[in-house]
């Protein structure tokens, strides 16, 4: 059962994620927070643990974004931030604090759901397809970039690396580049390693970090 907590200062919104969450077989919601301190101090509380925390970035006091570094710094608790704002600044200032995932409040229930369920998973949400436009405004520079944190990338690897700066998933990846899943993976994985990035999310975090993508402003 995957333990889920809700943190946003509008009661009925949190009410809305509750039912969508407790109408899952396999999670409940196990915490609820009007804002970033209480949070913190929620989930802090909790044994065991919550395993996935929905934070809204927008709330009086301590904000979303100091909460999911404050949640993050001391507990196994993941972090998917909510927003109705698609700025990009955000999604770096969330990954920065520790986010596992960034989704937008109006997106559809199964997506939050699935988010949910893949950030439990281990792996990381950048964008899903109700946030590709948030991710669209970040485009490959044409000239490579001289970082140290990107020069132990193969052609193929930096190719893949922008991919999924652009939000693509893995699938995405293979129908973009022709190549089978196990193939994608594979250079997924060994670009997470030569960057030495916890998940796909903040090795798209260095990407952008370095220059390589940028926002199209």
């Given at each position: 059962?995957?333990?889920?907590?809700?943190?946003?200062?509008?009661?009925?919104?949190?009410?809305?994620?509750?039912?969508?969450?407790?109408?899952?077989?396999?999670?409940?919601?196990?915490?609820?927070?009007?804002?970033?301190?209480?949070?913190?101090?929620?989930?802090?509380?909790?044994?065991?643990?919550?395993?996935?925390?929905?934070?809204?970035?927008?709330?009086?006091?301590?904000?979303?974004?100091?909460?999911?570094?404050?949640?993050?710094?001391?507990?196994?608790?993941?972090?998917?931030?909510?927003?109705?704002?698609?700025?990009?600044?955000?999604?770096?200032?969330?990954?920065?604090?520790?986010?596992?995932?960034f989704l937008l409040k109006d997106a559809p229930p199964e997506d939050l759901l699935g988010a949910v369920r893949t950030v439990?998973?281990?792996?990381?949400?950048?964008?899903?397809?109700?946030?590709?436009r948030l991710l669209a405004r970040v485009a490959a520079l044409p000239d490579p970039v001289d970082d140290v944190r990107l020069?132990?990338?193969?052609?193929?690897?930096?190719?893949?690396?922008?991919?999924?700066?652009?939000?693509?998933?893995?699938?995405?990846?293979?129908?973009?580049?022709?190549?089978?899943?196990?193939?994608?993976?594979?250079?997924?994985?060994?670009?997470?390693?030569?960057?030495?990035?916890?998940?796909?999310?903040?090795?798209?975090?260095?990407?952008?970090?370095?220059?390589?993508?940028?926002?199209?402003?």
């Amino acid at each position: 059962m995957i333990r889920v907590a809700l943190v946003d200062d509008q009661q009925l919104i949190r009410a809305g994620f509750r039912m969508v969450v407790d109408s899952q077989d396999d999670m409940t919601v196990v915490a609820e927070a009007g804002d970033g301190a209480d949070a913190i101090d929620t989930l802090a509380s909790l044994a065991p643990p919550a395993d996935v925390a929905l934070v809204d970035v927008r709330m009086p006091g301590t904000d979303g974004i100091a909460a999911c570094q404050a949640i993050t710094a001391s507990s196994p608790t993941k972090v998917i931030i909510l927003t109705t704002f698609d700025l990009d600044e955000y999604v770096v200032a969330a990954i920065r604090a520790g986010a596992s995932g960034f989704l937008l409040k109006d997106a559809p229930p199964e997506d939050l759901l699935g988010a949910v369920r893949t950030v439990h998973a281990g792996d990381a949400v950048i964008a899903p397809s109700s946030t590709r436009r948030l991710l669209a405004r970040v485009a490959a520079l044409p000239d490579p970039v001289d970082d140290v944190r990107l020069a132990a990338l193969t052609d193929r690897e930096r190719e893949v690396l922008l991919l999924m700066a652009r939000g693509l998933s893995n699938q995405e990846i293979c129908g973009e580049l022709h190549l089978a899943e196990p193939t994608v993976k594979t250079h997924v994985g060994r670009v997470l390693a030569k960057l030495g990035a916890r998940d796909r999310v903040q090795a798209v975090v260095m990407a952008y970090e370095a220059g390589l993508v940028r926002p199209l402003g």
